[in-house]
T-cell receptor, first 113, second 111 residues
Framework: EPEVTQTPSHQVTQMGQEVILRCVPI?????FYWYRQILGQKVEFLVS????????KSEIFDDQFSVERPDGSNFTLKIRSTKLEDSAMYFC???????????FGPGTRLTVL | GEDVEQSLFLSVREGDSSVINCTYT??????LYWYKQEPGAGLQLLTY?????DMKQDQRLTVLLNKKDKHLSLRIADTQTGDSAIYFC???????????FGRGTSLIVHP
């Protein structure tokens, strides 16, 4: 069964460094998403992406964040200058269409020291 | 604004029923979802209910929706150790396709 994959499973970085979190969505899906969950808090929507551009973003998704689909398979989230409060689990998801079920990856745990 | 709340932990004995509860604030919800997250895996859509329904049953799962109280529950009959996971409640508001999640309820099933 096709699934969304994410790498790495755990990323440790120093405050101020740039990180890139990678996702491979399901191959025939057209919509891609990033969510995050700070430990003990709710899963929060960050951004959705369709047709090579951002279709929707939350207020969390500020200028330090960017997303890209660099090739036909990967979908990345870049955090430009990480802060301690960026430590969280980051989930990627994809869906066939905008209103279709979103399939989630296993997440990348980002730890900022 | 929308808000989804659920208790953080539930512990049940194998074979008993589990009931996981969720409350939401926005009455314009169109769909309400239950996702399951097993250790090391992503969130998996378990079941959903459309906001004009009161109940949905799917094998061992029963979803109850009380629109007046904005209360959603997930009942798992004959709970098994394989049901141990985190269960997330989520709502979709009218005009949106992005789910608003709760914090997740960690279900622990012990023998």
């Amino acid at each position: 069964e096709p699934e969304v994959t994410q790498t790495p499973s755990h990323q440790v970085t120093q405050m101020g460094q740039e990180v890139i979190l990678r996702c491979v969505p399901i191959s025939n899906h057209l919509y891609f998403y990033w969510y995050r969950q700070i430990l003990g808090q709710k899963v929060e929507f960050l951004v959705s992406f369709y047709n090579n551009e951002i279709s929707e973003k939350s207020e969390i998704f500020d200028d330090q964040f960017s997303v890209e689909r660099p090739d036909g398979s990967n979908f990345t989230l870049k955090i430009r200058s990480t802060k301690l409060e960026d430590s969280a689990m980051y989930f990627c998801a994809s869906s066939e269409g905008q209103g279709n079920e979103q399939f989630f990856g296993p997440g990348t745990r980002l730890t900022v020291l | 604004g929308e808000d989804v709340e659920q208790s953080l932990f539930l512990s049940v004995r194998e074979g008993d029923s589990s009931v996981i509860n969720c409350t939401y604030t926005d009455s314009s919800s169109t769909y309400l979802y239950w996702y399951k997250q097993e250790p090391g895996a992503g969130l998996q859509l378990l079941t959903y209910i459309f906001s004009n329904m009161d109940m949905k049953q799917d094998q061992r799962l029963t979803v109850l929706l009380n629109k007046k109280d904005k209360h959603l529950s997930l009942r798992i009959a004959d709970t098994q150790t394989g049901d141990s996971a985190i269960y997330f409640c989520a709502e979709i508001l009218g005009g949106s396709y992005i789910p608003t999640f709760g914090r997740g309820t960690s279900l622990i099933v012990h023998p």
